[in-house]
């Protein structure tokens, strides 16, 4: 019997076929049932054994990801600012670019006092719920609604809010129109589909749901929904921020202003890259 490998030997081999360090020892931290924090521990046992199945498994983890399939769906968790998510391929895996999204909404949505009103929050498409689970965390004292169109990212977006035991309201269907009978919102947020039909970048996302990722020719389709839906559900004042492709934000731009939207202005991620634009929706006299 070929003797087996220690957690060193097996890193480094993984590494050699191609794999990212931080995945290899996310997916060895994962088989040996360590915290993803853990990788300080790989550190001091790298010349623990590993047992025969802790080698198979995590050899036949080493290949899918080798193939393209995210980490979070090997692992079924991703954290997303702060909060351990429960991942897998019914939603897209959450990216640390759309933090610059939840930190944008924390600015717009007050500490509520107790008797005050509760402000009111939108996150459309909500896949995980990584949007609205954060801002909800965050901010509980406001009402967040978390819509999607696919009945199976509810089930994992809620599966997490239940877990986590934060208050987010649900609505299955398309955009805004499951909430006509919530508005006012004082806030609309969304991270929604914004990759042009023929990139060639969708073919190493294969493994994503691409309802989630696709968007039309330009990339642009839902969004333009979105901002011609949101006016309608929008308190005066509100706000609808928007995540999206490097390159759209003057693309985006264009539309909330032709759509009647004020104070049109931009968020860059820790890349410098503009991220996400927004706008600020003031009632027509």
Not at 64 to 81: C, D, N, T
Not at 162 to 181: D, I, N, Y
């Amino acid at each position: 019997m070929a003797n087996l490998p220690t957690i060193k030997e097996a890193l480094q081999h993984s590494q050699a076929q191609g794999l990212a360090r931080i995945d290899a020892q996310m997916l060895l931290l994962h088989v040996l049932g360590r915290q993803a924090g853990g990788r300080a521990w790989l550190l001091t046992h790298d010349g623990d054994a590993l047992t025969a199945p802790q080698a198979g498994v995590y050899a036949a983890l080493c290949t899918r990801r080798l193939s393209g399939e995210p980490v979070a769906y090997l692992v079924g968790h991703k954290e997303f600012y702060g909060l351990d998510l429960a991942v897998d391929a019914r939603v897209l895996d959450p990216r640390p670019d759309t933090e610059t999204l939840v930190d944008w909404a924390l600015e717009l949505i007050p500490a509520q006092a107790p008797s005050g009103p509760a402000c009111r929050v939108a996150d459309l498409g909500t896949g995980s719920g990584a949007i609205a689970l954060a801002l909800q965390s965050q901010r509980p004292g406001a009402t967040v609604w978390a819509v999607d169109a696919s009945a199976d990212a509810l089930a994992v977006a809620s599966a997490n809010a239940t877990r986590l035991q934060l208050g987010v309201r649900f609505a299955h269907g398309s955009w805004l129109e499951p909430l006509a009978g919530q508005a006012p919102f004082n806030l609309i947020v969304s991270n929604p589909p914004y990759i042009r039909d023929d990139d060639p970048h969708l073919l190493a996302l294969e493994h994503e749901p691409l309802s989630a990722l696709a968007s039309g020719a330009d990339g642009l389709s839902d969004i333009r929904a979105i901002v011609a839906q949101a006016p309608a559900l929008l308190a005066s004042g509100g706000w609808l921020l928007l995540e999206h492709g490097w390159d759209q934000a003057d693309a985006v731009a264009t539309l909330l202003r032709s759509a009647g939207f004020e104070s049109v202005q931009h968020r860059h991620d820790l890349g410098g890259i503009a991220r996400c634009t927004g706008g600020q929706w003031t009632a027509q006299a």
